[in-house]
């Protein structure tokens, strides 16, 4: 299985502020489950984004970034320095 960070799919260098990149993030991920849920008759997001969204997509954005700094090993020098943990979504 393949498996591909959010910054494969959407380029930071596009936005000119993470906010607006984590909004246009919210509205992918969105996208990409009412196409799942519109198989299964499920009741589409529509609207604006909720907080949830929000936050969904600033997670996948620190987890895609710590990915990337554990592939080149600089997440676990930064960890043992500034003594860092996990949290309840898996970033540090």
């Known amino acids: 299985v393949i498996s591909y960070g959010v910054s494969h799919v959407i380029y ?4 000119s502020n993470v906010k607006q990149l ?3 993030t919210a509205f992918v991920l969105r996208f990409v489950c009412n ?3 519109s198989k299964c008759n499920v009741d589409l997001q529509l609207g604006i984004l909720s907080v949830n969204e929000l936050l969904h997509a ?3 954005w ?3 970034m ?3 700094m554990r592939a080149d090993g600089s997440l676990r020098e930064l960890e043992a320095k500034m003594k860092l943990f ?5 970033t540090c």
């Open 62 to 64: 620190f987890l895609s």
């Open 66 to 68: 710590q990915a990337e």
């Open 22 to 24: 984590w909004r246009v």
């Open 58 to 60: 600033k997670t996948k």
């Open 12 to 15: 930071p260098d596009r936005y």
């Open 86 to 90: 996990k949290d309840e979504y898996g």
């Open 35 to 37: 196409l799942r849920n």
